[in-house]
Every structure is written in C-alpha cells, then in structure tokens.
T-cell receptor, first 109, second 113 residues
Framework: DAKTTQPPSMDCAEGRAANLPCNHS???????VYWYRQIHSQGPQYIIH???NNETNEMASLIITEDRKSSTLILPHATLRDTAVYYC??????????FGKGTRLHILP | DTEVTQTPKHLVMGMTNKKSLKCEQH?????MYWYKQKAKKPPELMFV???????INESVPSRFSPECPNSSLLNLHLHALQPEDSALYLC????????????FGPGTRLTVT
C-alpha cells in the first residue's frame, strides 16, 4: 500500500507557483521522498527526490519538513503543460515504486 | 538519449490470440520493468528484470510471459487474455535494480475483445 496521502485534485493559475502537498507521517529514516508526474496518455515522468534536505532541479523544488512527516513539491511558474497527475512516493532506495492515487493538478489559463 | 520506446502504441486482440509487446532502451540501464495501468488508476508493477534475469514477479497470471533477450530489450508475450486485461502497459528502465529514477515509455494501450 502507498504510504502517502495527497489531495485528489488542485487548481493553479498559469504563471503562478503550484504547491503540491504530501503527507507521509510513517516515513522511516532511510526512506526517500520521490515525485513523479503523469501527463494524460503518457508514461510517468520522474521529477525529483530527496531524503532530508530541500532539493531543487530544473523542473521543481522539493521542501521536506524537519520531522520529515510531510513535503511539498513546488513548480515555480506553472504552465498549461504542467497539467498532470502528480504522485508522491516514499521508498527505500532498493524498494519497489508503489504509486498512490496522486493529485490531479489543473493549470488554469 | 533518455528515451524508452514501446511498440505497438495500440493493440486490439481477441481472447484466443497470441501477441507481444516490445520495449527498448539504449541508456545502458540494467534494470527493466513492466507496469499495468487501468483507466483512472495508478500504475501497478508486474515484473522486474535485472541484468536480463527475472527478479520480481508480482504474482502475475501466466497468460503474461515476460522475456528479456538482451540488456536493451524487454518483451511481454500475451496469450489467452481476458477482457479485464485491457489496460495501458508501461515499460520502464533504471540504471540499476530498483535504484535511481525510472524512465518510462509511453505505453501500449491494449484492448482485449
């Protein structure tokens, strides 16, 4: 079973930052937080992952709370192409990816 | 090249047919995966190959038969499928078994009639 809780859907205005929350209150010390997204009719796409520290790459930023029980994925300037289902996944690096239900993000023009 | 390719894109088959799905990657990845995704549901893991050997079978029915002929290719042979097997079949690869990020192909949309 997925170890994360995400809101089923969110809206964000185009050009604004999209902040997607994820709760993972039972996370273990050696489990990473991964984010993938799936644009309609495409395969999932890796976005970012982190363990304790905040992470940033060309796609997004990942903010992990100090107690590691929740995290937020930030898309700094959302575009219509960011409309997708976003999956937050908690896993030990050597473990399987188990997708939860994800958050359906709608970017509004 | 960070692409995983899958063929065909769409497949319609009868319950008595035999067909195969093909997946290919040229990233030098040594782990490859098959996932099944039903409409409006998240992907579910089916099989994992590492160094061309089957590492994980998630209790998948024997009418699905995976094959990894070499490190770049992954096949899924289909035989005597049921209508409920209709789904999007996704292939993925990663540099090493279960480590690192997985790169997914676009999937094959399978319809069983």
């Amino acid at each position: 079973d997925a170890k994360t809780t995400q809101p089923p859907s969110m809206d964000c205005a185009e050009g604004r930052a999209a902040n997607l929350p994820c709760n993972h209150s039972t996370i273990s010390g050696n489990e990473y937080v991964y984010w993938y997204r799936q644009i309609h009719s495409q395969g999932p796409q890796y976005i970012i992952h982190g363990l304790k520290n905040n992470e940033t790459n060309e796609m997004a930023s990942l903010i992990i709370t100090e107690d590691r029980k929740s995290s937020t994925l930030i898309l700094p300037h959302a575009t219509l192409r960011d409309t997708a289902v976003y999956y937050c996944i908690v896993r030990v690096e050597s473990d399987k990816i188990i997708f939860g239900k994800g958050t359906r993000l709608h970017i509004l023009p | 090249d960070t692409e995983v390719t899958q063929t065909p894109k769409h497949l319609v088959m009868g319950m008595t047919n035999k067909k195969s799905l093909k997946c290919e990657q040229h990233m030098g990845h040594r782990a490859m995966y098959w996932y099944k995704q039903k409409a409006k549901k998240p992907p579910e893991l089916m099989f994992v190959y590492s160094y061309e050997k089957l590492s994980i079978n998630e209790s998948v029915p024997s009418r699905f038969s995976p094959e990894c002929p070499n490190s770049s290719l992954l096949n899924l042979h289909l035989h005597a499928l049921q209508p409920e097997d209709s789904a999007l079949y996704l292939c993925a690869s990663s540099a090493s078994l279960l480590l690192y990020e997985q790169y997914f192909g676009p999937g094959t949309r399978l319809t069983v009639t």
